[in-house]
């Protein structure tokens, strides 16, 4: 192996590693693949729509070795990309959202709030405030986030089923309650909301799994 490959973390080769780690916990590796296979097989949603959200998914836990597999699954299930670009940006928007959403809790620790909840649904009326604290960035942000959730080549239903997943990731707990309900007011069902969130489970657990190849390098060169 050449120095520059050594020094490249992120290289495709280090993936083909992954059977290690079948070989170092059978059981745990096995089940899983299992698991993993189940999220990702096609039920109430689609396979293309699970690989999308899977897409969007792996934009959120940030692992390359994901984003590589599941754009090529996609893809090989005649997704086009204008629909993961789509995909992509509402992981975006969902990502930056919930840092902005979590703003309403910097605005209860700022003014001395002295509720000992940190979150209360209520606590989401606060974010107009921003509006007033940083108005042309604020309504940036809203245009963005607005023009990402629109229909597209990707329905409503299906973006907001994307950001019901993506919003498990980045645990925000104001976004899941707004999307879920979005999602439901869209034509949603209880299962199809279900399999998105065991999607992005999938995902989250795969991505920990993916890294696990970096591990063993690691492991290796000490």
Known sequence: MTTTQKSALYAKENFDRLPELGKLASDAFKAFVQFDQAALQENELSAKLKELIAVAVAHTTGCPYCIDLHVKNAKNLNTTKEEM????????????????????????????????????????????????????????FVDFDTKSLAAGLLTVKEKELIAVAVAHTTGCPYCIALHVKNAKNNGASKEEVAESIFVATALKAGSALAHGVNALNAFDEA
């Open 85 to 140: 670009g789509e995909s992509i940006m509402v992981a975006t928007a969902l990502k930056a959202g919930s840092a902005l959403a979590h703003g309403v809790n910097a605005l209860n620790a700022y003014d001395g709030t002295e509720d000992p909840e940190l979150y209360k649904e209520e606590y989401f009326s606060r974010l107009g405030e921003f509006s007033k604290l940083n108005g042309d960035i604020f309504k940036s």
